[in-house]
């Protein structure tokens, strides 16, 4: 089984800071794209930003030049740090993984339990 688990949420004020993580644990082979989705109440999951295993990047318009999304594959985690933010960056925000597993024969979606991000105004 493989388990993703997301630190770093929180309550912050506009134009704040904060740091989410994500570890990935368990019968991991390899992990391909990595990424951050969020839901704002009362509406649809939506892309925030992904990373590949190589390391290149794709951003939500809304957050380019102020989200910034990295990972480890040593340790199958990955980041977003998140800068200037506004009180639409408000949500759950959940990881995203595509992990092959150990005895696994394809890549399959994996998601964490979601972490709260509440920006104050």
């Known amino acids: 089984q493989v388990r993703l688990v997301e630190s770093g949420g929180g309550l912050v004020q506009t134009g704040g800071s904060l740091r989410l993580s994500c570890a990935a644990s368990g019968s991991i082979f390899v992990i391909n794209a990595m990424g951050w989705y969020r839901q704002a109440p009362g509406k649809s999951r939506e892309l925030v930003a992904k990373i590949t295993r190589a390391g290149s990047t794709n951003y939500a318009d809304s957050v380019k030049g102020r989200f910034t999304i990295s990972r480890d594959n040593a340790k199958n985690t990955v980041y977003l740090q998140m800068n200037s933010l506004k009180p639409e960056d408000t949500g759950v925000y959940y990881c995203?993984?595509?992990?092959?597993?150990?005895?696994?024969?394809?890549?399959?979606?994996?998601w964490g339990q979601g972490t709260q991000v509440t920006v104050s105004s």
């Open positions: 995203n993984a595509g992990v092959f597993r150990i005895g696994g024969a394809i890549f399959e979606d994996y």
